[in-house]
């Protein structure tokens, strides 16, 4: 069974620095498509930024330069850097995985499992 927990949510100023921090089941990072998600309040889960099986990288434009996803596999861990924070930054977001086969498409309701969130709040 796969168990996500994210952690590294706050409040900061516009302009300010996260970083958010999946600790995943074993043996999950290296066999799954993973990827970060943010949620508003009204609105359906949108990917942030999505590191593959091979490691290939995608972002979502709003996210593009300012955040860097990373993974561990050996420790099973998912970063995510978050810089340059903008108020639209803000949201619940989740770490999530899926053993779908792994393209910058992934739909969210195609990750199979997902962290309880971390809020981010931008201000």
């Known amino acids: 069974h796969v168990q996500l927990v994210e952690s590294g949510g706050g409040s900061v100023q516009v302009g300010g620095s996260l970083r958010l921090s999946c600790v995943a089941s074993v043996d999950t990072i290296g066999r799954h498509c993973m990827g970060w998600f943010r949620q508003v309040p009204g609105k359906e889960r949108e990917m942030v930024a999505q590191?593959?099986?091979?490691?290939?990288?995608h972002y979502d434009s709003t996210a593009e330069g300012r955040f860097t996803i990373s993974k561990d596999a050996a420790k099973d861990t998912l970063d995510l850097r978050m810089t340059s924070l903008k108020p639209e930054d803000s949201g619940m977001y989740y770490c999530a995985a899926s053993r779908n086969y792994c393209y910058s498409g992934l739909m969210y309701y195609e990750y199979n499992y997902w962290g309880q969130g971390t809020q981010v709040t931008v201000s």
């Open positions: 590191v593959q099986d091979d490691g290939a990288k």
